[in-house]
């Protein structure tokens, strides 16, 4: 399986950037992909998760409202968009896939990771 990130960029507050996860070489067509970030000295965290099965979705409550997951399953491809960014959003994203569909925010029931897109939010 193998994940890459892109999208990532410096913005100013305020502004937008849709992060995107391509997946591949996945065992079957049922799993999910989540978005992950760490910020400079903090915790990873998780934010959003897409399912493929039946396409479900959750978002981390700090984040509902600014930040949308979504996916263009035919293609494989898993985005994060991201509006009214602030400088606190500055983090390095990751997306991370289970083989089982599960809406999960817990970071090890993610196999398998990407190396990561960095978002610079400047005020």
């Known amino acids: 399986v193998r994940l890459v990130e892109s999208g990532g960029d410096s913005v100013q507050a305020g502004g937008s950037l849709r992060l995107s996860c391509a997946a591949s070489?996945?065992?079957?067509?049922?799993?999910?992909i989540a978005w992950f970030r760490q910020g400079p000295g903090k915790e990873r965290e998780a934010l959003s998760v897409?399912?493929?099965?039946?396409?479900?979705?959750v978002t981390s409550d700090s984040m509902k409202g600014r930040f949308t997951i979504s996916g263009d399953i035919a293609q494989n491809t898993v985005y994060l968009q991201m509006n009214n960014l602030r400088p606190e959003d500055t983090a390095v994203y990751y997306c991370?896939?289970?083989?089982?569909?599960?809406?999960?925010?817990?970071?090890?029931?993610?196999?398998?990771w990407g190396q990561g897109t960095r978002v610079t939010v400047d005020s």
């Open positions: 070489g996945f065992p079957s067509d049922d799993y999910a």
């Open positions: 991370a896939a289970s083989d089982e569909p599960l809406l999960s925010f817990k970071e090890s029931e993610y196999t398998y």
């Open positions: 897409l399912v493929t099965d039946d396409g479900d979705t």
